[in-house]
């Protein structure tokens, strides 16, 4: 039970249903009670889908390991190993992680980094020419 200046509110979870219920305190003793459930499903269908960041508004989706054998055996991407050290000089430390994506109709390395002081960072360059994009 809570208070709230001047009602306690109590909650009640069933099998079925959660149930919120107030009480009055000095004024009327009757307790209403409102079903939580179509809050909950209005809150979910009020909520935006997809979430899209607003300084990235193009998103990015990463190849399989087949089509990152193709798209570097093509030339239109720089090697795995030149992207690593791409990003080792921009984010110092150990490299966890490549993946090569599609951003829009360009190729993105994604590097994440351990940086030495522990902190993680993640790199993302071009996939052309191995320019720095971002660094988070």
Same mark, same amino acid.
């Given at each position: ?23 009055? %305190? ?9 079903? %939580? ?70 190729? %993105?390395? %994604? ?26």
């Amino acid at each position: 039970m809570t208070w709230t200046g001047g009602d306690y509110v109590t909650y009640s979870a069933s099998m079925h249903a959660m149930v919120f219920m107030v009480c009055s %305190v000095g004024r009327d003793y009757r307790m209403s009670m409102m079903p %939580v459930e179509p809050i909950f499903a209005l809150a979910l269908l009020a909520a935006p889908l997809p979430i899209v960041r607003v300084d990235d508004p193009t998103p990015i989706s990463c190849l399989s390991a087949e089509e990152m054998r193709d798209a570097i055996a093509d030339g239109r991407v720089i090697q795995p190993a030149q992207a690593s050290r791409h990003a080792r000089n921009a984010a110092p430390g150990e490299v966890l992680r490549i993946r090569l994506c599609r951003q829009g109709d360009e190729y %993105v390395y %994604v590097i994440t980094t351990l940086k030495r002081d522990g902190r993680v960072a993640r790199v993302t360059l071009e996939g052309q020419s191995g320019k720095v994009a971002t660094i988070r």
